[in-house]
């Protein structure tokens, strides 16, 4: 009893540190990142912070794969940039409020399409969510009165009265709402874990047999979580609708779920913090890689095959990891090793890139020339030097990447048998 005693304060003061760290982050990175590009990215960072914590509802917590979330995204962010025209026409509404007019809206389509969707888990929901998602992608194309047709639906975030002179003009100004509701989103749903719903969503996911068995309704469960994710996605999609001040067709459709589907699965489902940094990671693809190569969706199908092999939990399951074994003092015997497999798989995506690359600019910029620049180097996409060379850097990363590989994997066996001899020694009289 005084072991637990003694260590609930501790546990206590390290949630209110988290959570400190948090908010200082949130309110002091945009005086760090000053440029405009900086405080759009980051703008777009907490709206996608939310989404993706949304989605994990419904997957991390759930069990609940959904090809269709940008449905409720989307919806939100329709009904957000009407709502702002609204304001401009003179409803008596602060635009501070809109984005929790998007999650009502989304929260009100959930309730109408989710009893339907959560009648069935596993498999047939995915497939539900799938028809679902395109049946709305398909809407929005008929339906140009509300969805804006091809050229989607615009607004001005700057109308309506003032308050202390904030105009949601400039974008620090925006960011800070923004962070606001990234800050009070993040929190709720991660108090959303702890409550009873949450708790029994968990059971759901992992045995909803027993949860059966015991008396309770697993499909109420699912429906009551898949609203309350509506809810946040919603409120995220509103924020995109002030953000960019237009929404199109796009935010509802399939290539959109499967954004959020990614990322969320590479940042790390298992762990509430996991979707954060999948979510940077989405903004960061999708803003800076875009902007370097035109082939940055093969990239990013690379890294995804890639942590499913390697990391199937995620960014967030190796930093856990790693934090464990730096707190028992074993992360020093592995350093080495990281250093090694991070230059070979560093050579061998080198060797990959530049092919991917020459392929790209054959195929797009033929009529530039055979030349091109990568990484300071230039290749001749139609000289077979570049590709002989390209293919032995690519196999040479490899085959030393794998030599590592098993190298690491034994230092990991030893270290994981020696913290289990330390664990039987404690347990000893």
């Known amino acids: 009893m005084s072991r637990q005693t003694n260590g609930f304060p501790s546990l206590k003061f390290g949630r209110v540190l988290v959570w400190t760290l948090y908010a200082v982050v949130l ?9 405009s590009l900086s405080q759009t990215m980051l703008s777009q960072m907490g709206i996608a912070i939310i989404v993706c914590l949304s989605y994990n509802i419904l997957l991390g917590q759930g069990g609940m794969l ?15 940039i009407h709502t702002l025209n609204l304001v401009t026409g003179g409803l008596p509404l602060p635009v501070s409020l809109i984005p929790i007019v998007g999650g ?7 309730i109408l399409l989710g009893w339907v969707t959560t009648k069935k888990a596993a498999t047939p929901f995915a497939m539900i969510t799938m028809g679902i998602g395109e049946l709305v992608w398909a809407m929005s194309l008929m339906f140009p009165e509300f969805f804006g047709g091809e050229g989607g639906v615009s607004g001005n975030r700057v109308t309506g009265s003032s308050i202390l002179g904030i105009t949601y003009g400039p974008q620090i100004q925006l960011y800070y709402l923004i962070a606001i509701y990234t800050f009070v989103c993040t929190a709720l749903m991660f108090a959303f874990t702890g409550t009873p719903l949450g708790r ?3 059971a759901v996911r992992d045995n909803p047999e027993r949860v059966e068995f015991v008396g309770y309704d697993t499909q109420k469960v699912r429906y009551f979580s ?3 994710a509506a809810f946040f996605a919603g409120i995220s999609g509103g924020l995109a609708a002030l953000n960019f001040e237009i929404v199109t067709s796009e935010v509802v459709s399939g290539y959109r779920s499967g954004a959020y589907l990614l990322f969320t699965f590479l940042g790390g489902s298992t762990f509430f913090f996991g979707p954060i940094i999948g979510a940077i990671l989405m ?4 803003v800076l890689l875009s902007e370097f190569t035109k082939a940055w969706l093969l ?13 199937p939990g995620g960014v967030a399951s190796l930093f856990m990891m790693n934090l464990r074994l730096a707190a028992g003092g074993y992360l020093r015997k592995l350093w080495v090793s990281y250093l090694a497999l991070a230059f070979t798989a560093g050579v061998a995506l080198i060797g990959v890139g530049a092919m991917i690359e020459m392929v790209y600019h054959l195929q797009l910029n033929s009529a530039l020339g055979p030349e091109l620049t990568f990484l ?17 850097v690519m196999l040479t990363g490899l085959g030393l990447f794998e030599l590592c590989r098993r190298q690491f994997a034994r230092e990991w066996g030893l270290i994981q048998d020696s913290i289990e001899q330390e664990i039987k020694q404690r347990k000893a009289p």
Do not use: R
């Not at 309110?27 to 440029?35: A, G, N």
């Not at 959904?66 to 957000?80: D, I, P, T």
């Not at 903004?283 to 999708?286: G, K, N, P």
């Open 226 to 228: 898949f609203i309350v």
């Open 376 to 392: 300071g180097a230039t290749l001749d996409s139609k000289g077979v030097n570049s590709w002989f060379g390209s293919v032995f």
């Open 299 to 311: 990239y990013l199908g690379f890294v995804f095959l890639f942590m499913v092999m390697y990391a």
């Open 27 to 35: 309110l002091t990175v945009p005086l760090i990142f000053t440029s």
């Open 104 to 110: 009502l809206a989304s929260m009100a389509v959930a």
């Open 66 to 80: 959904s090809f269709g979330h940008a449905v409720y995204s989307g919806m939100g962010a329709f009904l957000a």
């Open 283 to 286: 903004v960061l693809a999708f």
């Open 200 to 202: 029994m969503l968990n």
